[in-house]
């Protein structure tokens, strides 16, 4: 909703106003923090599986680890 001169608001107006445009603004951060949350996880488990990969062709777990930026510990799960 986006109003050209709020300043002619009723009071009762301005507070309806303000407070959907900070739902909005709520909504929006959620939807962005989700997306970044998505593309973190994505990249963690396409590390994971291209880790699980090298080590199921026997590369050593230091050069996967090198290779990946896992730990030694992370990769030795797998």
Partial sequence: M?????????????????ESL?????????????????????CMEEKLRMAKSLKDLNVPIDIIAKASGLSIEEISKL
């Fill in 2 to 18: 986006k109003i050209e001169n709020p300043d002619i608001m009723s009071k009762e107006e301005r507070m309806r106003y303000e």
């Fill in 22 to 42: 900070k739902e909005m603004r709520d909504y929006n951060n959620c939807l962005n923090t989700a997306r970044q949350d998505g593309k973190l996880e994505g």
